[in-house]
């Protein structure tokens, strides 16, 4: 199986901040990557495909870039509605698999 | 709008069989280019996928829980099923069924999700 390695696994940050999520393939897998939001109690919101095609009504804030290996998850401008979870996910191979999540708390 | 809806016990006991339903609604389950999915989540952990069908039939199993799974599908009632045998308390976790888009390999519409506990 393709492994997904996230990082950092969790950070702190404020309303307005620039965040940045790195997310690291353990083979390449061109651009088959994608971005889900995970909030408390909800189920997983897709928000980016192919590394950095953003879906239609998710704020343009967020962007996604990389290939190959390596893979980021970009949230220019935090606003509150964006403290959660965001997933990583390889469609390369089956199966398909997940990082292990990096949560964004509030500072 | 596509939506899922996950039924089924949210208890169940160790080596008995986990069973769940997601009835789709919104489009058919017979759109081509998707297919169907379960996915889990152990408590306070990341996800895994558990498998796919498509409308005709055609799965494909996570091969760590292969031996153990059924996914089926009913176009008649436009919903697929989870069976999931001889399960153990590592087999708690919130299941969702969600929507593959068959080009992208990508989730793009989930279930809310349902809990289901495995204990005596």
């Known amino acids: 199986d393709i492994q997904m390695t996230q990082s950092p696994s969790s950070l702190s940050a404020s309303v307005g901040d620039r965040v940045t999520i790195t997310c690291r393939a353990s083979?390449?897998?061109?651009?088959?990557l994608n971005w889900y939001q995970q909030k408390p109690g909800k189920a997983p919101k897709f928000l980016i495909q192919a590394a950095s095609t953003v879906q239609s009504g998710v704020p343009s804030r967020f962007s996604g870039s990389g290939s190959g290996t390596d893979f980021t998850l970009t949230i220019t401008s935090l606003q509150p509605e964006d403290f959660a979870t965001y997933y990583c996910q390889q469609s390369y191979r089956t199966p398909p698999t997940f990082g292990q999540g990096t949560k964004v708390e509030i500072k | 709008q596509v939506q899922l809806q996950e039924s089924g016990p949210g208890l169940v006991k160790p080596s008995q069989t986990l069973s769940l339903t997601c009835t789709v609604s919104?489009?058919?389950?017979?759109?081509?280019?998707?297919?169907w999915s379960w996915i889990r989540q152990h408590p306070g952990k990341g996800l895994e996928w558990i498998g796919n069908?498509?409308?005709?039939?055609?799965?494909y199993y996570n091969p760590s829980l292969k031996s153990r799974l059924t996914i089926s599908v009913d176009t008649s009632k436009n919903q697929f099923s989870l069976r999931l045998s001889s399960v153990t308390v590592a087999d708690t976790a919130v299941y969702y069924c969600?929507?593959?888009?068959?080009?992208?390999?990508?989730?793009?519409?989930w279930g809310q999700g349902t809990l289901v506990t495995v204990s005596s």
């Open positions: 083979q390449s897998i061109s651009t088959y």
């Open positions: 919104g489009g058919s389950i017979r759109s081509g280019g998707y297919y």
């Open positions: 969600a929507r593959i888009e068959g080009s992208g390999w990508f989730f793009d519409y």
């Open positions: 069908i498509h409308y005709s039939g055609s799965t």
